[in-house]
């Protein structure tokens, strides 16, 4: 809609100016934490090493990034999936942006009520599970059917969005408490790895989306399984490293 209406500029513009509101937002907000002595931060190469062999670190980063991957790998496919493979025109996707945007948010701010209710490990493997559903629903639909509609595809990736939303949280603490390392470090590499991840996704589907809109389905399919994977390892690595230290 902002490109229709003010160029393909345009929505580079209006990253701009949303950065800037954000330094500004940023800059005045005041600080509530308790300042306290930063960890030293060594040899980065080794650090990063370390963290990579760290079992629940990177448990719960991969699985925080293939539940990023499969959705951004969708979201990054769906403008040439609908408009190409399918016929039908832009607004179909801004549309459906609409309700997934929509049931994020949702998820996102339901994920610290759950988590107080429920607790953490509960949340994420709810978010894991709801984010496999969905995954494995959407590749039924697009198997079954070459040109789902719109309400299909929408409703059977609302799971995807809500699961990521409902867990983002947790298991990003997770991950940044299992390394006991310096949190710009960490988070750092957190942010690489993800990234890695998505560039992957969408690399490896975009040759093969042209075949039909079940390729994509295979993609998301794939990560939402990984993710879920990940997310187990990195919750038993966590248990048994606390039985151990019970014991």
């Known amino acids: 809609w ?10 580079f513009y209006a990253v701009a100016v949303a950065s800037l509101v ?34 629940p670190f990177m448990a719960f980063t991969m699985g925080h ?12 496919a769906a403008p040439y999936m609908l408009t190409t493979l399918l016929g039908r025109d832009v607004a179909t996707f801004a549309w459906m942006q609409v309700f997934l945007v929509g049931s994020f948010i949702i998820a996102v701010n339901l994920g610290p009520r759950c988590v107080e209710r ?14 496999l559903a969905g995954g494995l629903a959407f590749l039924g639909l697009v198997l ?5 509609s719109t309400a299909a595809l929408t409703v059977s990736m609302i799971p995807v ?4 939303g409902l867990r983002a949280g947790p298991t990003f603490t997770r991950a940044m408490d299992s390394a006991k390392a310096p949190d ?17 996704g969408t690399s490896a589907v975009a040759p093969f989306l042209s075949l039909g809109p079940w390729t994509l389905g295979v993609a ?15 919750l038993n690595s966590t248990a048994a490293k606390t039985a151990a230290q019970s014991a």
């Open 184 to 200: 710009g470090s960490t988070g750092a590499l957190m942010i690489f790895l993800i990234a890695l991840v998505i560039s992957a």
């Open 2 to 11: 902002l490109i229709a209406a003010l160029g393909w500029q345009a929505s």
């Open 220 to 234: 998301v399919a794939v990560q939402t399984v990984l993710s879920m994977i990940a997310l187990m390892i990195g």
């Open 65 to 76: 990034a293939f539940g990023i991957g499969a959705l951004l790998t969708f979201i990054f």
């Open 118 to 131: 429920l607790g953490a490990e509960t949340t994420i493997i709810a978010g894991g599970l709801m984010q």
């Open 161 to 164: 969005n809500m699961g990521l």
């Open 22 to 55: 954000c330094v500004v937002v940023f800059w005045r907000m005041p600080s509530t934490a308790k300042r306290t002595h930063a960890q030293p931060l060594g040899n980065p190469v080794l650090l990063y090493l370390r963290l990579l062999v760290t079992r």
């Open 144 to 148: 079954v059917d070459d040109t789902p």
